[in-house]
């Protein structure tokens, strides 16, 4: 059984950076996918960013890409999210997923979630 526990966030102003956390307990291996999903309010979960656990690789949503950065400590089963230049579009629940099937865009397709935790993005 997997666990993971989102941590970081809070009220940011906008342009400033703040990094989520996510703990991982049970095993992830290499063949895993880690992701990072946000939902604001009336909207759907859309991604945000994955990577390999294994190989390190990762991957943008347009959205995101250049602003924030994704990385994992295998060595201690975190993920990491570092979030630059934050804009009032960001705020939302973040969330931290696990495919263990490969890489995916889709929400449905991961098999483990966190609870989520809030970042709110004040202009």
Same mark, same amino acid.
């Given at each position: 059984q997997?666990?993971l526990?989102e941590? *970081? ?7 400033a950076? =703040?990094?989520?956390? @996510?703990?991982?307990?049970?095993? /992830? ?5 880690? !992701?990072?999903?946000?939902? /604001?309010p009336? %909207?759907?979960?859309e991604?945000?960013? /994955?990577?390999?656990? !294994?190989? !390190? ?7 995101v %890409?250049g602003?924030?950065?994704?990385s994992r400590?295998?060595a201690? #089963?975190?993920l990491f999210?570092?979030? #630059? #230049?934050? %804009?009032?579009? +960001? =705020?939302a629940?973040y969330? @931290? /997923?696990?495919d ?8 449905s +397709?991961y +098999?483990?979630? *966190?609870? !989520?935790t809030?970042v709110t993005?004040s202009?």
């Amino acid at each position: 059984q997997v666990q993971l526990a989102e941590s *970081g966030g809070g009220l940011v102003q906008a342009g400033a950076s =703040t990094r989520l956390s @996510c703990g991982i307990s049970g095993r /992830a291996y290499s063949s895993t996918v880690m !992701g990072w999903f946000r939902q /604001a309010p009336g %909207k759907e979960r859309e991604f945000v960013s /994955a990577i390999r656990w !294994g190989a !390190g690789t990762t991957y943008y949503s347009d959205s995101v %890409k250049g602003r924030f950065t994704i990385s994992r400590v295998s060595a201690t #089963n975190m993920l990491f999210l570092q979030m #630059n #230049n934050l %804009k009032p579009e +960001d =705020t939302a629940v973040y969330y @931290c /997923a696990l495919d263990r099937r490969g890489l995916s865009y889709a929400p449905s +397709d991961y +098999d483990y979630w *966190g609870q !989520g935790t809030q970042v709110t993005v004040s202009s």
